[in-house]
């Protein structure tokens, strides 16, 4: 398909094991943002890359949170020791024009 | 930092009647605004941007510099508007740069 694609759509761990989340980006887009959204709550930025340029790495909570990207391809955001209050959706976004951000439908995560 | 604010969790209007959401900003330099919105079991999508100055599914968007704000505002409320709408922000001067989002507002219209 045409859009941002993320996998798992649904991701249920155990306290403490590791997660990875891939997204699959509109070709084309340079830009790519993970966020994070809680239960009830709005939009938290983790990280965004954009080209070759250094990722803004400044919204990942822990150094349990990282994330990769090679080139304008696909973006994984793993997760170590997972923790319960890390059960939310992670959403990301691509990008060919700044600020005009498409979406995929999420990776909902739930920690037990 | 830059810090956008959406004071109203929840705003229930009714069909026909005129709806504003609020948005205030907080941001030092040159701000670009935007207005997100999700419809039901629909992606996140972008509604509108101010610099583009236009009107989208009857939907308007001023930003206000002096009173830090950027409301969206419908004269007429339809049903289809019922959906979670998120103002967000980034910064002009940033070559892209990373974007802000509001904690949203939920719109429910009733008939």
């Known amino acids: 398909g045409a859009g941002v694609s993320q996998s798992p759509s649904n991701k249920v761990t155990e306290k403490g094991k590791d997660v990875e989340l891939r997204c699959d980006p509109i070709?084309?887009?340079?830009?790519l943002y993970w966020y994070r959204q809680r239960l009830g709550q709005g939009l938290e930025f983790l990280i965004y890359f954009q080209g070759n340029s250094a990722p803004d790495k400044s919204g990942l909570p822990s150094d349990r949170f990282s994330a990769e990207r090679t080139g304008e391809s696909v973006s994984t955001l793993t997760i170590q020791r997972t923790q319960q209050e890390d059960s939310a959706v992670y959403l990301c976004?691509?990008?060919?024009?700044?600020?005009?951000?498409?979406f995929g439908e999420g990776s909902r995560l739930t920690v037990l | 930092a830059q810090r956008v604010t959406q004071p109203e969790k929840l705003l229930s209007v009714f069909k026909g009647a005129p709806v504003e959401l609020k948005c205030n900003y907080s941001?030092?330099?040159?701000?670009?605004l935007f207005w997100y919105v999700q419809y039901s079991r629909q992606r996140l999508q972008l509604l509108l941007r101010?610099?583009s100055r236009e009107s989208i599914k009857g939907f308007t968007a001023d930003l206000n510099k002096g009173e830090t704000s950027f409301h969206l505002k419908k004269p007429f409320a339809q049903e289809e508007d019922s959906a979670m709408y998120y103002c967000?922000?980034?910064?002009?001067?940033?070559?892209?740069?990373?974007?802000?989002f509001g904690a949203g507002t939920q719109v429910v219209v009733t008939p």
């Open positions: 967000a922000l980034r910064g002009l001067t940033d070559s892209w740069g990373k974007l802000q």
């Open positions: 976004a691509t990008s060919g024009v700044p600020g005009e951000l498409f």
């Open positions: 070709s084309g887009h340079t830009a």
């Open positions: 941001y030092s330099g040159s701000p670009e």
């Open positions: 101010h610099i």
